[in-house]
């Protein structure tokens, strides 16, 4: 080897390669909805595909893209593919990727201002377009006292909301002193589980975490907050924070803000709002109901990279008064110290977040608002709600099927009433045939189906298939002769 010597790859070869690659994502987009969808290996499968150890000279790229569709591709669950109805929604789009692509071009690390202004300046920006964008409240903009700033996900954006919180309910002494107190946080038991988490990691204790009750449509009880927190303070805790949820993970379930919102304010606690698959029907004026009270919320978060066709990471994380958030997180050693954050004129969004470094997520929510436009984004939201709402009522109108819990938005809980097991069967095998993916949760103790229409290229067909499966395979498991009942327009 001499001096001269490179392994890179050189701009020409990256040009032929970034073009082989770019062929590969649009022929997988093409097809994706031919993949099963769930992936059909086990466990070690993959490992077991791959070498020993790392090579030690160079391979052809061909020879590496090749190997994914060997080796990686079966092992793949399609996130993309229009028949994915579990879990919630990942769901991309060409300008999504192709941000993605131009933000792994440009490698910047946008922790401050200084290193590198169009990082901060497009993300400040593009944060204050979602406000109007989901008409949240306009405290939430960069040009009130609050602002927004890009998260990898709402787990994180709740962890920096209750340590936050946690700061202020203790006059910002916690981080100096380590002493959290008798602090205590409520949620509901269909919170998402990033909040015991974050109750954890934040050194607050996850039984310091109160259950707040909920009702029949599984939303949080006002008045059981209330007593809960009539009652620790009694005991001498110190009430700090309340996450509602907008749209809750097992049912879509929705926590009354105006009245939880009003019981925050009296006690001064910190009103966290986690709407973080949910939040994107706000786009459309007749969805915003969702979000009445949030002008209550000091804080609130939703997920571009859940149901906006933007890829995950993205999540998009707001604050009433930033300075709470900058005094919880800001730390400033001697060599971050320039004079543009000295001179407060600039966002340094290191400590908005819990690491230093951040990537240029900005540039991908940009495209995608830039390509859809309002009206294209709206368009397909409004087309998601509909079919998921033309699901429901072919389930409601089955005599062997029942919606389990109020579908106000795209996801459908919904049960064969043969039980448990009936239920389980009929998950499994439409699983196992990769043909289409849904999870399951527990409501009343029921297991019950999720449906969730929220892929971007889902469409009418893929949910009538999809309601056409689920009835056969319910008639094997019940071992009735096979029908599928007509479908009620
Ligand atoms: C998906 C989900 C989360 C977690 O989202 P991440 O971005 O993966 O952390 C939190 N809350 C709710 C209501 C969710 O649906």
Redesign the pocket.
Known sequence: MTASTSYHMTPDEFRTFGYAVIDWIADYQARVATLPVLSQVQPGEIRAMLPDAAPSQGESFSDILADVDRIILPGVTHWQSPNFFA??PANTSGPAILGELLSAGLGVQGMLWITSPACTELETHVMDWLVDMLALPQKFKSTAAGGGVIQ?????A?LCALLAARERARQFSINRTGEAGQLTAYATAQ??S?IEKAMMVAGMGRERLRLIDVDAAYAMRPDALAAQIAHDRGAGFTPAFVCA?I???SSNAIDPLTAIGEICQREHIWLHV????AGTAALCPEFRWIHAGLELADSYCF?P??WMFTNF?C?AFFVADRKALIDTLSILPEYLRNEATKSGAVIDYRDWQISLGRRFRALKLWFVIRHYGVEGLQHHVREHVRLAQEFAGWVRASQTFEVAAPAPLNLVCFRHVGGDAVNQQIMDRLNTSGDLYLTHTRLDGRLTLRLVVGQTHTRAEHVRAAWERIQTEAAQVTNQWPFVEEIRQ
């Open positions: 879990y919630f990898d996900s709402a787990s994180s709740a919170t998402h990033s949820s749209g809750t993970t986690d709407a973080a698959m997920n990279h859940k990471d999540d």
